[in-house]
């Protein structure tokens, strides 16, 4: 499998104009989820209209953002 060009969560993190430590990230998780499960990611109420935008992009391209919006995704649904 190539890995070149497939973000991480940090990258995605930093992209989102967010911390990218990983305390930060489960501040922000816990914070923000668990989803409703009928909510699309990218509407969420804790993004801007910038950051949803780029979530939107990400998603709809399916590329190189793809698994880092994936797991953060999953970590919002399950979040408690």
Known sequence: MDT???AT????MEQLGLS???DSLQAFVN???PLPPT???EDASCWNESQAAFLHEAIA???QWATAVDR???LLRKSS
Do not use: F, V
């Not at 969560?9 to 995605?12: K, N, R």
């Open 4 to 6: 070149q060009g497939i």
């Open 20 to 22: 990218t430590d990983g």
């Open 39 to 41: 909510t699309r990611l």
């Open 61 to 63: 391209q399916d590329a």
């Open 72 to 74: 953060l995704d999953a």
């Open 9 to 12: 969560m940090e990258h995605l």
């Open 31 to 33: 914070t923000h989820g």
